[in-house]
């Protein structure tokens, strides 16, 4: 079936450390895919998206994502964490033959410790 | 430009009950989406209007649930009677094109 996951439920960090959150991803052609960011008592907010355009996607907040079809990927990543980026992440994907819905991974809470 | 939004943010019925979600997207948006977060899972598709026409219901769980979008444009979502495992942030989302999503902040049911 086809699938968006994510590895780790929780990442912890340091603040001004490299943040690394993963997802893969099964389908069946390369699909659409997005990074969310849900912030405590708030919706989700939609950080980046990839449409088969440039593989390495740039977002908000300086988060960036870069697509590896060889690896099924779509790691999110920032350079250097800040207190406020302390949320939860979710990656999602408009797979094959799912018509416009989104199928997200369980999703990734960051922590960004001192 | 305001955003989606959804009322109420917070519900707390009994089991057995009714309860109605609604979900104002923004305004031109002919896509409406709703999704539900159970405790501890990932959030899953529920149906998909295309102005008042339902796209896609595969999401929808039993026939408890009945999704309205009347002219097109706000949309409720009726629980009909409640039961303890519909408990959950149920989300909204509104785009225009294939692949823009954009998310209200939830409600929050709780059935006790």
């Known amino acids: 079936a086809q699938s968006v996951t994510q590895l780790g439920s929780h990442v912890s960090v340091s603040e001004g450390a490299l943040v690394l959150l993963r997802c893969n991803y099964s389908s069946s052609v390369p699909p659409y895919l997005f990074w969310y960011v849900q912030y405590p008592n708030q919706g989700l907010q939609l950080l980046l998206k990839?449409?088969?355009?440039?593989?390495l996607v740039k977002g908000i907040n300086g988060f960036e994502a870069e697509f590896k079809k060889s690896e099924t990927s779509f790691h999110l990543t920032k350079p250097s964490a800040h207190m406020s980026d302390a949320a939860e992440y979710f990656c999602a994907g408009i797979l094959t033959g799912g018509g416009n819905k989104l199928t997200f991974g369980t999703g990734t809470q960051l922590k960004v410790e001192l | 430009e305001a955003g989606v939004t959804q009322f109420p943010s917070h519900s707390v019925i009994e089991k057995g009950q009714t309860v109605t979600l609604r979900c104002d997207p923004i305004?031109?948006?002919?896509?409406l989406y709703w999704y539900r977060r159970v405790m501890g899972k990932e959030i899953k598709f529920l149906l998909h209007?295309?102005?008042?026409?339902?796209?896609?219901e595969s999401g929808m769980p039993n026939n408890r649930f009945l999704a309205e979008r009347t002219g097109g444009t706000y949309s409720t979502l009726k629980v009909q009677p409640a039961e303890l495992e519909d408990s959950g942030v149920y989300f909204c989302?509104?785009?225009?094109?294939?692949?823009?999503?954009?998310f209200g902040p939830g409600t929050r049911l709780t059935v006790t």
């Open positions: 305004s031109g948006h002919d896509n």
């Open positions: 989302a509104s785009g225009m094109d294939r692949g823009w999503q954009y």
């Open positions: 209007f295309v102005k008042e026409s339902k796209q896609d």
């Open positions: 990839y449409t088969s355009a440039a593989t």
